[in-house]
């Protein structure tokens, strides 16, 4: 079996009395694409701010590749190649979209502290950032402020500002939400390119249905902050503790 590249063990936050996420163990491997759903209020997203570092847990402990994440700030954890899609709206947003991308790549190659950088490499990490505006569908809008972006090409530069920085855990937390029919397949795609390359693992909380058989690879569902289903889509969504789960939320099984 491929050894986890991340993990969580006995993962809990409690804001006061309130318990939100419980003891949640899981192994993520490279080459999958987990999905993780659950009803409103399940606490998936705060399992994720814990793993990407916006919340420190109560007692548990994230690792990845045998490191201990869990004291880390978020830009530690970045650092480690865990990348959080979605937190990273608009960094700089009168800058351009190549502007924005090139500064991650720059980021990436270690020279986010050089106030001037020579021709030659700017011209290179200018090309690195040209591919992946190409690869999220925005050369046409390269020279675009950030900001006068629409909602949907705001998401691409999201993932494309990601990609640049060529984490090993890519975490999407309902990458497609608010966007239109006609770009969301655009972002999907992406994930799934992603997918594809078997040394990078897939996080992604998701309530559409669609967008999980789509995609997982693996489903597990969060329910009042603990873990009650782990394992191949098709099984766990029709088990049925996740049936009574989502009972009255048929049209999100359909």
């Known amino acids: 079996m491929i050894h986890p590249s991340l993990s969580t063990r006995d993962l809990t936050i409690?804001?006061?009395?309130?318990?939100?996420?419980?003891?949640?163990?899981?192994?993520?491997?490279?080459?999958?694409?987990?999905v993780i759903v659950g009803p409103n209020g399940a606490g998936k997203t705060t399992y994720f701010n814990m793993i990407s570092g916006q919340?420190?847990?109560?007692?548990?402990?994230?690792?990845?590749?045998?490191?201990?994440?869990?004291r880390m700030s978020a830009s530690q954890i970045a650092r480690h190649g865990v990348g959080r899609a979605f937190q990273l709206?608009?960094?700089?947003?009168?800058?351009?979209?190549?502007?924005?991308?090139?500064?991650?790549?720059?980021?990436?190659?270690?020279?986010?502290?050089?106030f001037f950088t020579p021709v030659a490499k700017l011209s290179e990490l200018t090309a690195r950032a040209e591919r992946y505006l190409e690869a999220t569908k925005l050369s046409d809008k390269a020279e675009l402020p950030a900001a006068?972006?629409?909602?949907?090409?705001?998401r691409k530069l999201e993932v494309a500002l990601l990609m640049a920085m060529e984490p090993d855990i890519y975490m999407f937390d309902e990458p497609t939400a608010g966007m239109s029919l006609d770009?969301?397949?655009?972002?999907?795609?992406?994930?799934?390119e992603i997918k594809h390359d078997h040394s990078k693992t897939v996080l992604l909380v998701e309530h559409k249905m669609d967008v999980v058989r789509a995609l997982a690879d693996r489903i597990i569902v969060?329910?009042?902050g603990e873990l009650i289903a782990d394992g191949d889509p098709g099984e766990v969504m029709s088990s049925?503790?996740?049936k009574d789960v989502y009972l009255g939320n048929a049209g999100e099984m359909a």
């Open 55 to 70: 919340l420190t847990p109560t007692s548990g402990s994230v690792e990845k590749d045998g490191v201990d994440l869990t």
């Open 148 to 154: 006068a972006l629409a909602h949907g090409d705001q």
């Open 14 to 34: 409690r804001f006061g009395g309130h318990t939100a996420v419980n003891a949640v163990t899981c192994d993520f491997r490279p080459g999958e694409l987990t």
């Open 222 to 224: 969060l329910h009042n």
């Open 89 to 114: 709206t608009n960094l700089f947003p009168q800058l351009s979209v190549l502007e924005n991308i090139r500064l991650a790549v720059q980021a990436q190659a270690g020279d986010g502290r050089r």
């Open 183 to 192: 770009h969301a397949p655009d972002v999907l795609d992406l994930i799934a």
């Open 240 to 242: 049925q503790v996740v």
